[in-house]
């Protein structure tokens, strides 16, 4: 009886995980990013740092919005209305943008992260 209800408990534990995936991360390097710029002004970058972070030393990609992470719910219906037109997360290594990517993504909206964030962006230089 014990290794029945077992066995019933593993297959209801192997079913669950794979129904429940996860929304994918796409992400664009800091360079694929600063030549679509170059193609396109009205490119979409959405800042997830805090207001210090943004205006402090490592600066801030131009024309980016601040929306810090906190805040990223906010925005869901704005970003909603913009269609299927990429938006590009970047924070200061690109955690807290994987972060916010990840539940833009979930709410169908075609969000990019910026691998390595700011880092990676002022290496560029």
């Known amino acids: ?6 066995n ?7 079913f669950y995980s794979c129904s429940t995936a996860t929304t994918a991360i796409e992400s664009i390097s800091a360079m694929e990013l600063k030549q679509k710029m170059r193609q ?3 490119i979409l970058i959405i800042d997830v740092r805090t207001a210090s972070e943004f205006n402090g030393p490592l600066g801030h990609i131009p024309s980016s919005q601040l929306k810090p992470l906190s805040e ?3 925005i869901i219906e704005e970003l909603k209305s913009i269609n299927d037109k990429p938006v590009y997360i970047v924070c200061r290594s ?18 990019f992260n910026v691998e390595g964030g700011m880092i990676a962006w002022n290496k560029l230089k």
Request: cysteine-free; hydrophobic content about 50%.
């Open 1 to 6: 009886m014990i290794k029945n209800l077992f």
């Open 8 to 14: 019933i408990f593993i297959i209801f534990l192997l």
């Open 40 to 42: 396109d002004l009205s």
């Open 72 to 74: 990223i719910h906010n």
């Open 94 to 111: 690109g955690n807290r943008s994987g972060k916010a990517t990840q539940i833009l993504r979930e709410n169908r909206i075609n969000a």
